[in-house]
């Protein structure tokens, strides 16, 4: 399925008579890399599969990644989403929050179809992206475990779990799905770290959405996390953090990361990560699907090769 595929059944499973809630779901279902379902598909390639099965599947996991989305925008005060306004600045918190409650019970409708594995697999990743949301509430302080801990609750356990379905529904082996969830996990941990770095170091009109949104919510991410372990003036550093940074501080404190190479450190730090997803990827059989996904991985480090 391509990309435009992928949209259509989207589009087709959220469909209703309903027209205010047809257009806050369209609103939410604007854009994106689809990169989630992707891996469904390509992990069920592994073996044979019920092709119908596979895509209402790889659809569910994608609503569930939206409303996650929806709601972290509320959560976050966020103001724009794929540079596109966040659905409550347009239409208010209430109806972004139930057009994330709707996109939930659509995707465990379709995921009532499937198998019950498939069903446990993705009820358990929604529990760990809730626990790490509620963790990160407590990290009062830099700490480079929590945030390794944060971002697999946040965003690695839905790739994997993506990739683990795929498995399921083409009949893998346990050890063979194992592989498939840890090449998930991994490629899910690298994807963060480089999307933190490109918040830190890249271009808002490039990742379509405001950047430094991190450091201005006092979110300390691997690079920040970095300067505060080399520079010596981290205390200084963890103050002005904590009260709010200026402009031109925001400025002084990448540059500082610049400095003590933490932009290079956090690059490195995603591509171990693909490296580890890779090496999980080479214990399954050759397959075509095997090659994509491992050029899938590569990709994901493309946007750091642009800046560095």
């Not at 609103?27 to 990169?35: E, Q």
């Not at 019950?116 to 990160?136: D, H």
Request: aromatic letters at 6%; glycine letters at 6%; proline letters at 4%.
């Amino acid at each position: 399925m391509t990309r435009t595929e992928i949209k259509a059944v989207l589009t087709q499973a959220v469909a209703t008579p309903n027209p205010l809630l047809q257009q806050l779901l369209n609103h939410a279902l604007t854009g994106g890399k689809g990169l989630r379902p992707t891996l469904v598909l390509l992990c069920a390639r592994f073996g044979m599969h019920d092709t119908l099965e596979v895509q209402q599947v790889a659809v569910a996991i994608e609503l569930i990644h939206l409303a996650s989305l929806v709601h972290d925008d509320v959560l976050d005060g966020a103001t724009v989403r794929r540079n596109l306004p966040a659905l409550h600045c347009l239409y208010g918190t209430v109806a972004a929050v139930l057009t994330g409650d709707y996109l939930f019970a659509t995707a465990f409708g379709l995921l009532a179809r499937s198998k019950k594995a498939v069903l446990t697999t993705v009820t358990e990743a929604i529990r760990s992206m809730c626990s790490g949301e509620i963790q990160q509430l407590t990290v009062t302080g830099p700490d480079t475990k929590a945030y390794f801990t944060y971002i697999g609750q946040k965003t690695a356990t839905l790739f994997s779990a993506a990739c683990r379905c795929g498995g399921i529904l083409c009949r893998l082996k346990r050890p063979q799905q194992d592989y498939l969830a840890k090449f998930g996990w991994h490629l899910g941990l690298a994807y963060q770290v480089v999307d933190d770095y490109l918040d830190l170091f890249g271009s808002a009109a490039k990742m379509g959405k405001p950047n430094r949104q991190d450091l201005a919510r006092g979110i300390l991410t691997l690079p920040v996390l970095r300067l505060l372990e080399l520079s010596p003036q981290a205390a200084l550093w963890q103050e002005k953090i904590s009260r709010g940074l200026t402009a031109t501080e925001t400025e002084e404190l990448i540059a500082a990361a610049r400095h003590l190479n933490c932009d290079e450190f956090t690059a490195a730090v995603a591509g171990e990560q693909i490296a580890l997803a890779l090496e999980a990827l080479d214990k399954l059989p050759v397959n075509p699907a095997r090659e994509e996904l491992a050029l899938l991985a590569t990709r994901t480090l493309a946007p750091l090769e642009e800046l560095i």
